[in-house]
């Protein structure tokens, strides 16, 4: 393989990031409270450099994050495990760590009385059979596909694009019943 393909092909292959952290584009949480409404308080229990608190917060929510790690968001209110969480909230909304989506997605529907909205990979909706015994009412397909890089590459500096994945917003509505509906959120309105 000539050099240039290699390094085209390893572009986006980055060392794994401890505690799964890994960074949305800002437009994928503005995108979803443009077209998601909450009541209540709104949480995010890995919030990493808080790109959904400030997007809640500009759309007028009261909205505040924590982390099993300090990086660095002024806003965060205290490090903590979310699996450890008991204080319970209005709605959550994150992008959690893919490893542990199924476990966080349950414990987040344990603690909240309103929405719960996480971002996920769409490759793995299809084999999610645990899904159809929640209240799951909307599916957002993202577009274009975002790059989610880990969060020592936004430290970096570096600007990725040209997403590799696709990814979703799964929302869940506690008064929610029967089967999910499906919507694009686009980039650009």
């Not at 292959?13 to 952290?21: A, D, L, T, V």
């Amino acid at each position: 393989m000539s050099d240039a393909i290699e390094k085209a092909v390893d572009a986006h292959k980055w060392k794994r990031e401890q505690f799964e952290h890994y960074v949305e584009p800002q437009w994928c949480s503005q995108r979803l409270f443009d077209v998601e409404s909450f009541d209540g308080t709104i949480q995010d229990p890995s919030c990493g450099f808080g790109r959904v608190v400030l997007a809640a917060l500009s759309a007028g929510l009261p909205a505040f994050g924590t982390d099993i790690v300090d990086r660095g968001f002024p806003e965060l209110r205290g490090v903590a495990d979310f699996f450890k969480q008991t204080t319970r909230v209005a709605n959550i909304v994150s992008n959690p760590p893919f490893d542990v989506f199924e476990q966080y997605a349950l414990r987040a529907l344990s603690l909240t009385s309103g929405k719960v909205a996480l971002i996920w990979l769409l490759r793995r909706l299809p084999a999610a059979r645990w899904l159809k015994h929640t209240p799951l009412a909307r599916i957002y397909f993202l577009t274009p596909r975002p790059s989610m890089p880990p969060g020592h590459v936004i430290t970096r500096g570096e600007k990725p694009g040209g997403g590799q994945q696709d990814f979703v917003w799964l929302v869940w509505d506690h008064k929610h019943e029967g089967s999910p509906s499906a919507h694009w959120l686009r980039r650009d309105k």
